[in-house]
């Protein structure tokens, strides 16, 4: 499967059963050559430019299935990690 291929698919959460988006990006695990999670923007965003600037990022190990259209994940909302949040706590 190609990353364009990954990148249409929408991503639903089976805990709750909301889209949470589509694929925008991976993040890998250069040293072990594997896919770390993925990485889903929210609909926060104006047309992409304003607004908060969050991205849900989902580990490999929360993808249940891959379908045709969809990828389907386990996330908990208290368990969703914030790539804003990750970067702040970097910064401090």
Known sequence: MKISDFQTKDVINIV??????????LELDLRHGRIDSIVVPTFTRFFGMFGGGTDVII?????VKIGA????????????????EEEAQVRT
Request: zero cysteines.
């Open 59 to 63: 580990p490999w190990r929360n993808i």
């Open 16 to 25: 709750d059963g909301k889209k949470l988006g589509q694929v925008s990006d």
């Open 69 to 84: 259209d969809v990828v389907l994940v386990r996330l908990d909302e208290a368990k969703a990690a914030y790539r804003e």
